[in-house]
């Protein structure tokens, strides 16, 4: 790299010198650069191995915000459930409440529930895409599974992520942008955000879709890397994914008329369904990634 020095009593020199160099930067960001390695969907994922660390990584995205200070703690100062020292999170605190603050540190309340829940769905989306366009194996082939024995749990784990992903959105916000397995990406269109009820109505049938997949699949096991320390069953997944229809029935009410209306036997009744044993990743330092705070 070059180094330019400017001496103070060339003050001319150093104007007709910044000007080149203003020039040359708006030059610079109005060039059409060819991306050589022309990434995408029918380039890295063409084989099972890419593809299905994407969807690890989709599912360590959608953790983040459960495993992370942010935006656990300031969520639950706002809601009273615990206290703080922290002058980060303390207006949180503040009766009668604040409108919250997009700017506040790291935009620890804003930016992770936003951000996390459409790269989480987004890495499934594409996996899911992958699998499907480029015909991807997973497992061994035979006559019984001739597209291999393994490839259903992969697209199923895809949906699975995609839905909780557009649940936790419904959860958190007002209005949310509805993603699937077939929309494109966040930038590819125009799309008006949806108000946050339709956005959980959409979460559920996508859930629902996947429970009815799942169920009409061979059983199967997803390996201890998906979900770190935990090998998940075909029916395991099934629990984990009614459980999360019951949060969409219990956590979506947000007020006590909502709250009266919900069909609270249902509730439980569904619960009998859900999951039998702790779900979720185990922390371990030594795997990036799964570690909690």
């Known amino acids: 790299m070059r180094t330019i020095r400017l001496r103070p009593h060339r003050a001319l020199t150093g104007l007709a010198l910044?000007?080149?160099l203003a020039t040359g930067l708006t030059s610079c960001m109005s060039l059409d650069v060819n991306d050589p390695n022309a990434l995408g969907i029918t380039t890295v994922f063409t084989n099972a191995s890419n593809t299905e660390a994407a969807l690890i990584g989709a599912f360590k995205a959608f953790t983040l915000t459960s495993r992370g200070t942010c935006p656990t703690l300031p969520l639950e100062v706002y809601a009273n459930v615990q206290t703080t020292t922290s002058a980060t999170y303390l207006e949180f605190s503040q009766e009668p409440r604040i409108g919250i603050n997009n700017r506040d540190n790291l935009n620890c309340l804003s930016r992770y529930i936003f951000n996390q829940h459409y790269e989480a769905a987004a890495g499934a989306r594409e996996a899911?895409?992958?699998i499907r366009d480029n015909k991807l194996v997973f497992g061994p082939q035979s006559a019984q599974f001739p597209r291999g024995r393994d490839t259903d749990s992969r697209k199923i784990f895809a949906r699975f992520v995609i839905a909780v992903s557009q649940l936790q959105?419904?959860?958190l916000h007002d209005k949310a942008y509805v993603t699937d397995t077939i929309t494109p990406g966040f930038n590819a269109i125009v799309q008006d955000f949806t108000p946050w009820p339709e956005v959980l109505s959409n979460a559920r049938a996508q859930l629902q879709a996947a429970i009815a997949e799942a169920r009409r699949t061979a059983d199967f096991t997803l390996p201890t890397l998906f979900i770190n320390g935990r090998p998940t069953t075909r029916d395991e997944l099934i629990r984990v994914m009614q459980s999360y229809l019951v949060r969409a029935d219990v956590y979506?009410?947000?007020t006590p008329q909502q709250r009266a209306a919900v069909n609270w036997a249902a509730v439980l009744a569904r619960l009998d369904s859900t999951v039998t044993r702790d779900f979720g990743?185990?922390?371990?330092?030594a795997i990036a990634g799964t570690a909690s705070t």
């Open 18 to 20: 910044g000007a080149a």
């Open 128 to 130: 899911f895409i992958g």
């Open 169 to 171: 959105l419904a959860l």
């Open 252 to 254: 979506s009410p947000r």
């Open 281 to 285: 990743l185990i922390a371990d330092p």
